[in-house]
Nanobody, 119 residues
């Protein structure tokens, strides 16, 4: 059974930092493209950042220079370091695991963790 469990969300003042974690189980973590998405109230879910096993990353323009995605393949854990947070970063943040590799096809989501940035 695949499980993606996010943690680290909370309430923070603008300019502050948070570190999100996503612990994965039930998948071959090394193979999967891991990503963070977010969904603000009344808005569509959007990509925040994504990382492949080799470390290549890409970010939404709105978070470039402020957020850093990383992964620890030995611990099956994905991270998102969020600095210089802004009120517009307020959203539910979701961990995602995607793979199209033979024998490991999948697209999985965590339950989400809430991030609230006060002005």
């Amino acid at each position: 059974q695949v499980q993606l469990v996010e943690s680290g969300g909370g309430l923070v003042q603008a300019g502050g930092s948070l570190r999100l974690s996503c612990a994965a189980a039930g998948i071959d973590f090394n193979i999967y493209v891991m990503g963070w998405y977010r969904q603000a109230p009344g808005k569509q879910r959007e990509l925040v950042a994504r990382i492949i096993s080799g470390g290549y990353t890409n970010y939404a323009d709105s978070v470039k220079g402020r957020f850093t995605i990383s992964r620890d393949n030995g611990k099956n854990t994905l991270y998102l370091q969020m600095n210089s947070l802004k009120p517009e970063d307020t959203a539910d943040y979701y961990c995602n695991a995607q793979s199209s590799a033979r024998g490991h096809v999948g697209d999985y989501w965590g339950q989400g963790t809430q991030v609230t940035v006060s002005s």
